[in-house]
């Protein structure tokens, strides 16, 4: 199987989120790719732990080769990625390696993630743009470094989409419109469930 997966708080799942999947979706032969949403992520504390795993189920709902997995709700400890990547090198015929879709602000950190030098030889990097022009040719610079040391990577050519789940958060929070920032699925779920007022 050729697997790709994306992972996160998805706190919650946004436009940009779909937007980079249903791209790679269009770029490469992958069989599948996995949003996995953080249970309990090692350096936040997000909370709404089953809200954030069924929005995410809803926003996916209906797009080809993109599904959910609760693997991180399954173990009852901290998400860490490597973790993750170890149990589906066992739960799947894995083809290659796994590729995992990353942003220019978290692959900036790599190093400093849980058991880094054992997780790059596990993975192909997908890196997406995040941040403006200027910071982007920056990142490029240090990437190759990355590079260097064993980071195995592409940078995908799609253009910036600057959206976040601050920004829906924040969005909810002041009574403001989050139509065109989340599906139409997740924005019903979010009103129904309260979400993100206080």
Same mark, same amino acid.
Request: glycine fraction near 4%.
């Given at each position: 199987?050729?697997?790709?997966?994306?992972?996160?708080?998805?706190?919650?799942?946004?436009?940009?989120?779909?937007?980079?999947? *249903?791209?790679? =979706?269009?770029?490469?032969?992958?069989?599948?790719?996995?949003? =996995?949403?953080?249970?309990?992520?090692?350096?936040?504390?997000?909370?709404?732990?089953?809200?954030?795993?069924?929005?995410?189920?809803?926003?996916?709902?209906?797009?080809?080769?993109?599904?959910?997995?609760?693997?991180?709700?399954?173990?009852?400890?901290?998400?860490?990625?490597?973790?993750?990547?170890?149990?589906?090198?066992?739960?799947?015929?894995?083809?290659?390696?796994?590729?995992?879709?990353?942003?220019?602000?978290?692959?900036?950190?790599?190093?400093?993630?849980?058991?880094?030098?054992?997780?790059?030889?596990?993975?192909?990097?997908?890196?997406?743009?995040?941040?403006?022009?200027?910071?982007?040719?920056?990142?490029?610079?240090?990437? *190759?470094?990355?590079?260097?040391?064993?980071?195995?990577?592409? =940078?995908?050519?799609?253009?910036?989409?600057?959206?976040?789940?601050?920004?829906?958060?924040?969005?909810?929070?002041?009574?403001?419109?989050?139509?065109?920032?989340?599906?139409?699925?997740?924005?019903?779920?979010?009103? *129904?469930?309260?979400?993100?007022?206080?």
């Amino acid at each position: 199987m050729k697997l790709c997966v994306s992972q996160g708080t998805f706190n919650p799942i946004h436009n940009a989120h779909l937007r980079v999947c *249903e791209y790679v =979706i269009s770029c490469f032969d992958f069989d599948k790719i996995l949003l =996995i949403p953080a249970s309990k992520p090692p350096h936040k504390d997000t909370g709404l732990p089953v809200h954030r795993l069924k929005m995410t189920e809803l926003a996916a709902s209906g797009i080809k080769k993109l599904e959910v997995s609760d693997i991180e709700y399954r173990r009852d400890k901290k998400s860490y990625t490597f973790d993750t990547i170890c149990e589906l090198y066992k739960q799947y015929d894995i083809e290659g390696k796994i590729h995992f879709l990353i942003g220019t602000d978290a692959f900036r950190n790599i190093e400093t993630w849980y058991r880094a030098d054992e997780l790059k030889n596990l993975l192909h990097f997908i890196v997406f743009q995040r941040g403006d022009a200027k910071e982007f040719d920056a990142d490029l610079k240090y990437f *190759e470094k990355l590079r260097q040391k064993g980071y195995n990577y592409d =940078i995908m050519e799609l253009p910036y989409l600057d959206v976040s789940s601050t920004q829906v958060r924040n969005n909810v929070k002041m009574g403001l419109s989050i139509a065109n920032l989340v599906p139409k699925s997740v924005e019903n779920y979010i009103k *129904e469930n309260g979400l993100y007022r206080f």
